[in-house]
């Protein structure tokens, strides 16, 4: 009869045109703000300008870092950090995709409890402040906008490493569509298919429940269409990708991330994949895989996504990345060997009923490519 | 394109058999506690206990008030406000349905922030402190453990007002579905129609986003088949009811009550109908007269709700209240013109493209009865 439910999203969340100018009043949350963005989609679309003015119209000095890469590592984290202590900062405005709001989240952390770069990727304690962040997404896949988490590529372990903290939650996600209109193509797809696999993995996730099962599949369900529109090269509705996203996020913060993102990270890792696209490859695979032991949740999730099987789904991610002119080189048996032991050494993975052997994800990462 | 979405939800929480005890750690708050309760249902349902147990091994002293009734008034704020003030009280824990959950509210803000008796209905300023609240609810319809709003009653204006404050979030919601078998039947359905009307009522609203529609329907579509059940006299799972009234207490967090609340709260301070079922006997009627204006809203809600059309939702809750010997006496045509002036006055009424006229909330009225 029980639940066991655990739901927290201590973010709150505004979407709309216009949001950030709309709800300045309400992200003030400091005296003197550092703004983290990466190379260009900051500026591109218009997003640090709007920023920009509704500090300079209240009088909030504000220094920006715009050194954030795709896959940022602990270095990028210290270098912002830096920044905001010559300046004082008091709180972040993270604006940009996954990468630029993870390194954020763990700048934040850093200048606020003076975090020694070897404890780093030792876990964040609990008591440890974090200055207050404002996450605006500039992607549709991340979900980072309301969750816990900071992915940070750790060089020595040859792997992403999350580092997390309830105190990370951003205080503030502006959802602004328009800013999307400037993403290329291929990012705006790549990014979709990560919100997509968040959704997935989640429902599978041992820490699902019934609520964050119901945001998955309203997640996917805002999602799939949008993904098959891009598919047939019509009409996309970024606000519907951003919303799905965002919902996708929520899912992720309650159960986590699982074997699809521990397989997609050696990709990622090793042979330069973008991180959606990495996922998105693997996730039909998945689905088949999961099918034998999950069989009710995997109908649940293709009935929210309006298929009958799994291999519906393929046909559309190969479609998606032949309009992208997405080449994928098939892993050699050497980089399976490699990618499986990286992959299977992750915890993620044990956030299942099912540890799947070694030859089961050699299998799924044949059936990607 | 843009959604214009606001989701805003601080509370935590946690459901599952013996998630009081289980989760205490989390919500020791402070260091002397007030509990706030109705007459029985704390004890009889074992939830006080639980919490006296936990609040003793921790050494946590605390204080009981007892003294909440059904649509409680500022009087019983104010008597509760004054227990704690005896003990200096640093936090709140609320044991009950929802006149305790919305009682303790008010008191953790008149405690708090001393708030003068004759100010108590003029509004929260938003600068107010409120002692924190851990919410334990014992029915399955207030949804005000994951609300802002405190509905007291005014005798002046001879009505239910709303108090509400972001302030008012519960800091932790603890949902245990054990605690609602010793819940009277005639209660958990009342209850429940409750919770489905704010669902259905959320869905219709002018502050309605695609996010609070999506958590609408999930709520419609846990609470419809147990309410099926409840008529049928069949097994009801109570884990899912109470999860059901949560998810549509976000929603009303999301867009307030609407027509249904207006028109029922007079029906509850005139004739003494318990809130629940005074929503329930109108909601078919409602749904009837805003498929004229909004079909495929109303179709959202239908399908939702695994019904074709809004007769089929009167003639389960006719059922529901017969089984509970239920006798409605139909409002004679002076009450109904007090009624329905009094609900007109709300401000609630205006969250809908269509206000009602006077004599359509009679028609209303008459259908329910």
Redo the contacts between chains.
């Keep these: 009869?029980?639940?066991?439910?655990?739901?927290?999203?201590?973010t709150?969340?505004?979407?709309?045109?216009g949001?950030v100018a709309k709800q300045a009043q309400r992200w003030m949350l400091g005296r003197h703000a550092l703004i983290v963005t990466g190379k260009t989609s900051a500026r591109l679309s218009g997003a640090l300008d709007d920023v920009c003015a509704c500090l300079d119209a209240r009088q909030i000095p504000y220094v920006t870092y715009e050194g954030i890469s795709a896959n940022p590592d602990e270095t990028q984290v210290y270098a912002g950090a830096a920044v905001a202590r010559t300046r004082g900062c008091d709180f972040v405005i993270a604006i940009g995709g996954g990468s630029v709001l993870d390194a954020a989240k763990s700048i934040a952390w850093v200048v606020a409890s003076d975090v020694p770069r070897e404890a780093f990727f030792n876990g964040v304690p609990a008591t440890d402040p974090v200055l207050p962040i404002v996450a605006i997404p500039l992607t549709c896949g991340t979900g980072s906008e309301v969750t816990q988490y900071s992915i940070i590529t750790d060089h020595e372990a040859k792997t992403k490493k999350n580092v997390s903290s309830a105190a990370f939650f951003p205080t503030i996600a502006l959802?602004d569509?328009h800013y999307l209109t400037s993403l290329p193509k291929d990012v705006l797809c790549d990014t979709a298919l990560d919100a997509l696999s968040h959704a997935i993995e989640g429902i599978y996730s041992l820490k699902a429940d019934?609520?964050s099962r119901?945001l998955a599949e309203?997640a996917i369900g805002?999602l799939m269409p949008e993904l098959v529109r891009m598919a047939h090269g019509t009409f996309v509705?970024?606000?519907?990708l951003?919303?799905g996203s965002m919902?996708a996020g929520m899912v992720i913060a309650q159960t986590g991330t699982g074997l699809v993102h521990a397989m997609g990270y050696p990709l990622t890792y090793y042979k330069g994949m973008p991180h959606g696209r990495a996922n998105g490859v693997l996730l039909a695979g998945y689905l088949t895989f999961m099918q034998a032991t999950c069989a009710s949740l995997t109908e649940r999730i293709l009935a929210a996504a309006g298929l009958s099987m799994p291999e519906e789904l393929q046909a559309l991610v190969d479609t998606l990345l032949d309009i992208q002119g997405c080449f994928r080189e098939a892993p050699t048996e050497e980089e399976l060997e490699v990618f499986t032991g990286d992959s299977l050494r992750l915890e993620v993975v044990r956030r299942y009923r099912t540890l799947p052997s070694p030859e089961e994800v050699k299998d799924l990462y044949r059936m990607g490519f």
């Excluded at 009869?1 to 201590?10: G, R």
């Excluded at 709150?12 to 045109?17: A, K, L, P, W």
């Excluded at 509705?237 to 519907?240: C, D």
């Design positions: 009869m029980d639940t066991n439910l655990h739901f927290t999203l201590p709150e969340v505004f979407s709309g045109r949001c959802l569509a019934c609520f119901a309203t805002v509705n970024l606000a519907q951003q919303y919902v």
